[in-house]
């Protein structure tokens, strides 16, 4: 019972070795005293920059356009060309030889239509000077068939008054010849009639079919003309021409080997169309709006910038987009040089050494009611000045902040204006 005694006695006396004193349990509940400053007093305006790369608008892999071997290659690497300039040429004797075969055809289609049209063009005067005989001939047979019925009237009187002896047999034979006149003038008025009828009908048909055939000549022809094209395009690729102006900076094509489209040939730099790229957060792309001065800085040079894109995307990585910018003024930098964007901000940021890391996020510590709260900057960087759309009233804890957690009591002991 004693050992008993002496064991509480020692736990007890244990217990109050371990107990802070009263004045120490009444020190650690007090509020730590901190000073603040208005967000107001603090937020400026920044200089900003963002690393930045020089690019070209074209850098283009240049193949042959057609299979063949390499009779000349006339640049080199570096050298700078005039767009249309030829770089190389290729093997051209089947080319020129299918092209030659195509004008050929052509000139050939033509004279067939020049002789079909001849033709049609005969067969009209044909058919006009047969019209002419025709319309004369109708015109013959009135007059014809009027002198026959004069004639057959006249012969039909004689013969009575031969019958009735009041004329002689001489009168009787005049009016029957007179009769057989008219008839056969009758009957070869209708006979002329009929032969420019039959005329005119058979040169008609030679006239169409003339203009079948011309328009059948007439769409050989437009088939030649497309190989003649055809023909010329095929020529045309035997060369490997700049399709702008730039430098050369890879060569692949060797004198004498067999050119291939699937292989490239020249690597071909535009070297005055060229941009700037960088990639900017979501609070470099708010301040950028509100700026109209931008500059590109590199080799000590710096030249003047206008946004030409904002690129519609973010990057999963980053947070940032991707955005171009156009050179107002030449530069004569390579491209690929890097450098950065500067301009001067116009939104208030907080400056770098406020943010402070809690829990794997950076923020900045507020005063809020009589106790600190950290307040989450999502687009805050480490050891940057970080946008922000906070009231300028707003109070931050400025002595004592790195010590502070969040939703603990505080004692505002002084505040600056």
Not at 179 to 207: C, G, M, P, Y
Not at 247 to 271: K, S
Not at 307 to 321: D, E, F, K, L
Not at 349 to 373: N, T, Y
Request: hydrophobic share 40%; glycine share 6%.
């Amino acid at each position: 019972m004693r050992y008993f005694n002496t064991t509480i006695q020692q736990v007890l006396c244990l217990v109050l070795l371990t107990m802070p004193p009263v004045w120490a349990q009444e020190q650690s509940t007090a509020p730590l005293s901190v000073t603040v400053k208005r967000l107001g007093d603090i937020s400026e305006p920044i200089a900003r920059s963002v690393p930045a790369t020089l690019i070209s608008l074209n850098d283009a892999t240049l193949s042959a356009e057609l299979a063949a071997q390499v009779k000349q290659v006339s640049v080199q690497v570096g050298d700078q060309v005039k767009q249309g300039d030829v770089l190389a040429t290729l093997d051209c004797r089947d080319p020129q030889v299918n092209l030659r075969q195509a004008k050929a055809a052509v000139a050939t289609t033509k004279a067939r239509i020049e002789a079909t049209q001849a033709r049609a063009a005969s067969t009209g005067s044909r058919i006009a000077a047969a019209q002419a005989r025709q319309a004369a001939a109708q015109e013959r047979v009135p007059s014809a068939q009027a002198q026959l019925r004069l004639a057959q009237t006249q012969l039909q009187r004689n013969q009575k008054l031969r019958q009735d002896g009041l004329i002689p047999t001489e009168m009787l034979d005049q009016a029957r010849s007179s009769f057989e006149s008219a008839q056969s003038a009758f009957k070869a008025a209708q006979e002329d009639v009929n032969a420019a009828r039959a005329e005119v009908t058979s040169a008609r048909a030679e006239l169409t079919a003339a203009k079948a055939d011309l328009e059948s000549v007439r769409t050989e022809l437009a088939s030649a003309e497309t190989q003649v094209t055809a023909a010329e395009i095929a020529v045309g690729r035997c060369r490997i021409n700049a399709p702008f102006d730039g430098q050369i900076t890879q060569r692949q094509l060797q004198l004498g080997q067999m050119a291939n489209p699937a292989n490239p040939a020249f690597q071909m730099l535009e070297t005055a169309a060229v941009e700037v790229t960088a990639d900017l957060s979501a609070d470099d792309l708010r301040d950028l709006e509100q700026v109209d001065k931008l500059r590109f800085v590199a080799e000590g040079q710096s030249y003047s910038l206008q946004v030409r894109a904002v690129v519609g995307q973010i990057s999963g990585a980053t947070r940032t987009q991707t955005v171009r910018f156009s050179l107002i003024e030449r530069s004569g930098l390579p491209a690929g040089q890097k450098g950065q964007v500067h301009w001067q901000g116009r939104l208030p940021a907080i400056p770098a050494g406020w943010i402070m890391r809690r829990d794997g996020q950076l923020g900045v510590m507020l005063a809020v009611d009589g106790e600190a709260r950290f307040k989450v900057l999502p687009n805050a960087l480490e050891g940057q000045p970080v946008l922000t759309d906070l009231p300028a009233d707003t109070r931050l804890v400025d002595e004592n902040r790195i010590r502070l957690r969040d939703g603990e009591a505080i004692n505002i002991v002084d505040q600056a204006d």
